[in-house]
């Protein structure tokens, strides 16, 4: 395909008044942005950040106008940087692309070759974006808790936004390495398909919600939280004495309105987890583990493949939570 050959992409745009309008439409690479590696984008995902981006809900995209995407994986098919040649293939998470830089809903992305990490051995460009930035989070989270030293012994994990797609991989990561993991939801009907995954247990998200205590009584031994907010608090606030909580997202709100006490009485930790700016040894461990200890089958129950016509159309109902698990979109359909 030559620079003027023109190739598929979701493109957002901004009218006079500010909305933003989202359309499947033609490219070239002359439209491209500067960098250093041009790949084929075979596979992509659609995020929650995408779904705020495409429906122009938060102010998420930083230059117009702007190719959502902020996953993405294929092949190189150009470069100028040292360590990418021609047919290696890639994965890309995060770094502002979709946001400040095109991102990766097109056949076609020009990025910083210092974002992309090589895809694993035997790992296929769907499996990857199977995955995508929500998998390879609850990835960093999972290894987060068992780096602060929690043990399968040590009693329940807590995952917070069960059914979505950190929670959901979280559950099946954490259930395979021998712990005990209770899913919190709004979907309880949701519930054996949450036990599928690994779930040992799943409680309503209202018990969680709600403003309450700054200490009650203590429960888990460690939480993966992509909520946020009350939610986030009254985990914290459950957590046995020296347990560990990694926060990595904020579907209920920003906000922490809690007490310093279970950091002081109990000795919690609370641990942040970025998966845009994480260093290249994070990623690569994070996929590396990712690859060997996300059992296939599990990952299967988790994923629905879309065209990138659609990803446009069911960007509102990631945000409604509407969607259960990973949504992977085929560039190419």
């Known amino acids: ?180 993991v209770v899913a919190s939801t709004g979907k309880l009907d949701e519930a054996d398909y949450l036990r599928s995954l690994g779930a040992s247990d799943v409680i309503d998200r209202v018990t969680l919600s709600a403003p309450g205590k700054p200490m009650q009584k203590e429960r888990w031994a460690g939480v993966v939280d992509s909520v946020g907010s009350h939610t986030l608090v009254n985990a914290v606030a459950q957590v046995r004495y020296g347990g560990t909580v990694t926060a990595c997202g904020l579907a209920q709100g920003l906000d922490f309105p809690a007490s310093v006490a279970p950091f002081i009485l109990r000795a919690v930790k609370l641990i942040g987890v970025d998966s845009v700016m994480a260093s290249h040894a994070a990623r690569v461990a994070a996929w590396s583990s990712l690859a060997t200890d996300l059992p296939a089958a599990k990952l299967d129950l988790i994923t629905r493949e879309i065209t990138l016509a659609q990803a446009v159309d069911v960007a509102p109902d990631i945000l409604a939570g509407k969607v259960r698990g990973r949504l992977v979109v085929n560039c190419n359909a």
């Open 1 to 180: 395909m030559s620079t003027a050959t023109p190739f598929r992409a979701i493109l957002l745009s901004r009218d006079a008044d500010g909305k933003t309008d989202a359309a499947l439409t033609e490219l070239t690479e002359a439209q491209l942005p500067a960098g250093d590696v041009t790949v084929r984008v075979d596979y992509s995902t659609i995020n929650y950040k995408d779904g705020l981006a495409i429906t122009g809900r938060a102010p998420v995209v930083r230059s117009w106008p702007m190719v959502p995407g902020i996953d993405g994986s294929g092949e190189v098919i150009a470069s100028s940087h040292p360590q990418w040649q021609v047919g290696d293939a890639f994965i890309l998470n995060g770094w502002g692309v979709g946001e400040t830089h095109m991102g990766c809903l097109a056949q076609r992305a020009r990025l910083n070759g210092d974002w992309l990490i090589r895809r694993p051995a035997g790992m296929s460009a769907r499996t990857a974006m199977a995955i995508g930035t929500a998998g390879y989070t609850a990835m960093l989270s999972a290894l987060a808790l068992r780096n602060q030293g929690v043990q399968p012994g040590d009693g329940e994990i807590l995952v917070t936004g069960a059914s979505g797609g950190v929670g959901s991989v979280a559950i099946a990561i954490l259930s395979g390495w021998g712990y005990r």
